[in-house]
């Protein structure tokens, strides 16, 4: 009899099993993200061949795929659970992967690590290593903890709850595409002492921005969607003027332009969050503990409040 209910409770969540097995898929949705999936594995076999500014360019390309997927999937009321898992597997490898490799394989062609390495090379090397590891992990943690939390309307992606991780590689590639076709040429004409510093600071900059940015995705700071806050329907004035500053900043300087864009959305929310959870509170704080002892002395000393 044991037996019997035994069987019978494996062929019934069997039979559920079943039930939940995938049958239908949204196609056009569903290639532009495996297209983003690509582009991330095209950069990092790029980057594993030095062309560092490919590399950048293939990650930009696959944040455009992954802007796109979500956009078709709503447009087309075909949002589903196997896309929202599909587009997380894909930017784990565009977004998480590829910028930490990429970043990795800068540092060992700038420095050259070998066997015959020293103490300093030694944890330099494995101080760039961490950093690619936890940028990685955070990526991943960003990731899960988007799907749990994400709602399917279109009503509740109007901001981001942590830097999100397209945001977060853009300002690697953004660093990288500047070294390598800014400071790089520059270099190779003439060796100036500021381009040398320039270039030399980026390089160094990579592994803590890197962290930096690995700590703002897991964090709880809030970064606006700028697509559906400032681009979509009717906005005020001021708005195309910033987008009309941008276009020019773009065809005037590209490289120049993604950092900006990119290394200033990653650092408006943090300041923003900084103003208002540090010093805002403080100064309300102090206020507080002002208006607290006016009271004490006044009710101490009546004749004083009165003069007052």
């Known amino acids: ?25 949204t196609i056009l949705p569903s290639l532009v993200t495996i297209l983003n999936g690509v582009c991330g594995f ?27 997927d979500g956009r078709l999937a709503r447009m087309s009321q075909s949002t589903s659970s196997f896309g929202g898992q599909l587009d997380s597997l894909c930017d784990i490898v565009s ?16 420095f050259g690590f070998d066997e ?9 090397q494995r101080f760039i290593w961490l950093a690619a590891a936890a940028y990685a992990s955070c990526a991943a943690i960003r990731l899960a903890r988007f799907n749990v939390e994400n709602e399917e309307d279109e009503s509740a992606h109007m901001s981001f709850i942590g830097l999100p991780t397209p945001a977060a590689a853009g300002v690697i590639v953004s660093l990288v ?53 400032y681009l979509k329907g009717k906005k005020p004035f001021a708005h195309l003027m910033r987008a009309l500053l941008f276009l020019a900043l773009i065809i005037w300087s590209r490289q120049a332009a993604l950092v900006l864009i990119f290394c200033g959305f990653a650092a408006s929310g943090f300041f923003k969050w900084f103003y ?31 003069s007052i």
């Open 276 to 306: 208002y959870k540090v010093l805002k509170r403080g100064t309300f704080a102090l206020l507080a503990e002002q208006t607290t002892h006016t009271t004490i002395d006044a009710a101490k000393n009546p004749h004083a409040a009165d």
């Open 116 to 124: 015959s390495n020293s103490p300093i090379e030694n944890f330099l």
């Open 177 to 229: 595409i500047l070294h390598q076709e800014i400071i790089l040429p520059e270099l190779s004409t003439r060796s100036t002492r500021v381009y040398l510093l320039c270039g030399d600071a980026i390089v160094y900059a990579l592994p803590f921005s890197l962290l930096a940015v690995a700590v703002l995705m897991v964090s709880r700071i809030r970064y606006p969607h700028i697509l559906n806050q």
């Open 95 to 110: 977004f998480g992967v590829a910028p930490a490799f990429l970043m990795l394989r800068i540092l060992e062609y700038k």
């Open 1 to 25: 009899m044991a037996r019997l209910k035994t069987e019978a409770a494996k062929e019934s969540l069997l039979q559920r099993v079943r039930k939940q097995r995938l049958k239908y898929v």
């Open 42 to 68: 095209a950069a990092i076999i790029l980057a594993s061949k030095n062309a560092f500014a490919m590399a950048g360019y293939m990650i930009l390309l696959a944040m455009i795929a992954d802007m796109l």
